[in-house]
């Protein structure tokens, strides 16, 4: 979440050098729609939050700066591009309602030094496309260097409250998460802590060309067939995969492929060992790569983790990440429910 935040700081501040720029430039009401990609339409404003609009030139800045480079925008599937306008409408309508509320921090706006705001817009001066300038950015903007520090200001105290925010309710989080919660929790839910079936194979790989056709595969086939009745005859099974089989990760361990749990191995396998008892060596199997077999060497039934057992410390830190998810989420719904929010196009609207 907050690798998110960052990229939607940094798109509201290239939106804002478009935004100022029209500023004075927006009509309340238009008598008529403006026609696509002359400037009226651009400056058109498409969203209100209370008191602030947007213009579809600043909405689709945000937008633009919430994706991949421009050269990979054709590569952008549609989902994406929807997921991505989401977040960068939802962005610009949060950080609206929030900086409201960071204005009335006086503590955390003193804390912002002159060399805090230098810095900031030194690091954003290097993201400018080349050949641009901060001097022609700022007089394409309309903006004075007095506007320029009181901008970036602001930027800075919205980003640090927000993560004064996050702090303080991941503390009330922590808090809450403590060994009664996390007890409750494994009560009610048993079998997420359950360790599934484990199986123990040894495997022999043949391979066979794919493009082989009928005559190799049945020779392959009929070679596993010789390895299946000589392992059931009672022939060392390890000895022959370290000698014979062709998955060299395995075969220098005797074929060995360790404890699995069930639901882990290829589709093919988990069919036929499914049916299969310690001892049991199977029918040679036919698969992507060639034919395999294999032999159970044991199994171990699921077993319930006892409530001592499982990590408690791991388990504190995700339902707590849970919990601060909620609570941060519940904390914006807070803010947009008190606030007058006008989605004037489609294009700005939230299904």
Same mark, same amino acid.
Not at 2 to 9: E, N, Q
Not at 14 to 20: D, L, Q, S, T
Not at 75 to 90: F, G, L, Q, W, Y
């Given at each position: 979440?907050?690798?998110?935040?960052?990229?939607?700081?940094?798109?509201?501040?290239?939106? *804002?050098?478009?935004?100022?720029?029209?500023?004075? #430039?927006? &009509? !309340?009401?238009?008598?008529?729609? /403006? @026609?696509?990609? %002359?400037?009226?339409?651009?400056?058109?404003?498409?969203?209100?939050?209370?008191?602030?609009?947007?213009?579809?030139?600043?909405?689709?800045?945000?937008?633009?700066?919430?994706?991949?480079?421009?050269?990979?925008?054709?590569?952008?599937?549609?989902?994406?591009?929807?997921?991505?306008?989401?977040?960068?409408?939802?962005?610009?309508?949060?950080?609206?309602?929030?900086?409201?509320?960071?204005?009335?921090?006086?503590?955390?706006?003193? *804390?912002?030094?002159?060399?805090?705001?230098?810095? #900031?817009? &030194? !690091?954003?001066?290097?993201?400018? /496309? @080349?050949?641009? %300038?901060?001097?022609?950015?700022?007089?394409?903007?309309?903006?004075?260097?007095?506007?320029?520090?009181?901008?970036?200001?602001?930027?800075?105290?919205?980003?640090?409250?927000?993560?004064?925010?996050?702090?303080?309710?991941?503390?009330?989080?922590?808090?809450?998460?403590?060994?009664?919660?996390?007890?409750?929790?494994?009560?009610?839910?048993?079998?997420?802590?359950?360790?599934?079936?484990?199986?123990?194979?040894?495997?022999?790989?043949?391979?066979?060309?794919?493009?082989?056709?009928?005559?190799?595969?049945?020779?392959?086939?009929?070679?596993?067939?010789?390895?299946?009745?000589?392992?059931?005859?009672?022939?060392?099974?390890?000895?022959?995969?370290?000698?014979?089989?062709?998955?060299?990760?395995?075969?220098?361990?005797?074929?060995?492929?360790?404890?699995?749990?069930?639901?882990?191995?290829?589709?093919?396998?988990?069919?036929?060992?499914?049916?299969?008892?310690?001892?049991?060596?199977?029918?040679?199997?036919?698969?992507?790569?060639?034919?395999?077999?294999?032999?159970?060497?044991?199994?171990?039934?699921?077993?319930?983790?006892?409530?001592?057992?499982?990590?408690?410390?791991?388990?504190?830190?995700?339902?707590?990440?849970?919990?601060?998810?909620?609570?941060?989420?519940?904390?914006?719904?807070?803010?947009?429910?008190?606030?007058?929010?006008?989605?004037?196009?489609?294009?700005?609207?939230?299904?």
């Amino acid at each position: 979440m907050l690798s998110i935040m960052k990229k939607m700081v940094i798109a509201v501040v290239m939106a *804002a050098f478009v935004f100022v720029g029209n500023l004075h #430039a927006e &009509d !309340a009401v238009r008598a008529k729609e /403006p @026609k696509p990609g %002359t400037k009226e339409y651009d400056d058109q404003v498409i969203l209100r939050v209370n008191d602030v609009e947007f213009t579809r030139a600043v909405i689709k800045t945000t937008i633009n700066n919430l994706m991949p480079a421009m050269s990979m925008h054709s590569s952008v599937s549609d989902e994406r591009r929807e997921k991505i306008r989401v977040t960068a409408v939802k962005g610009l309508i949060e950080d609206t309602l929030v900086k409201v509320e960071a204005a009335k921090d006086k503590e955390l706006a003193d *804390a912002i030094t002159k060399k805090d705001i230098d810095e #900031a817009i &030194d !690091a954003f001066a290097k993201t400018l /496309p @080349k050949g641009v %300038t901060l001097k022609q950015a700022m007089k394409n903007s309309k903006m004075n260097k007095k506007d320029l520090r009181e901008f970036f200001k602001k930027q800075m105290l919205l980003h640090n409250y927000y993560a004064k925010v996050r702090k303080q309710l991941a503390e009330k989080a922590l808090a809450t998460v403590d060994e009664v919660y996390i007890k409750d929790y494994y009560d009610h839910n048993l079998a997420k802590f359950v360790v599934p079936e484990q199986i123990h194979l040894r495997m022999i790989l043949l391979k066979a060309d794919p493009s082989g056709g009928t005559r190799v595969w049945s020779a392959v086939y009929n070679r596993a067939m010789e390895l299946v009745e000589k392992a059931r005859a009672g022939e060392d099974f390890g000895k022959m995969a370290k000698e014979l089989s062709e998955d060299k990760q395995t075969a220098e361990k005797e074929g060995d492929m360790g404890w699995q749990h069930r639901g882990s191995l290829m589709e093919e396998l988990e069919a036929v060992s499914v049916n299969m008892k310690p001892g049991d060596v199977s029918e040679p199997i036919n698969t992507l790569y060639g034919y395999v077999v294999v032999k159970m060497e044991g199994v171990k039934p699921e077993v319930q983790k006892t409530f001592e057992e499982i990590n408690r410390e791991k388990l504190k830190n995700e339902l707590s990440d849970k919990l601060l998810k909620k609570d941060y989420e519940a904390w914006l719904s807070g803010l947009k429910a008190a606030a007058k929010i006008e989605y004037l196009s489609d294009e700005v609207r939230l299904k």
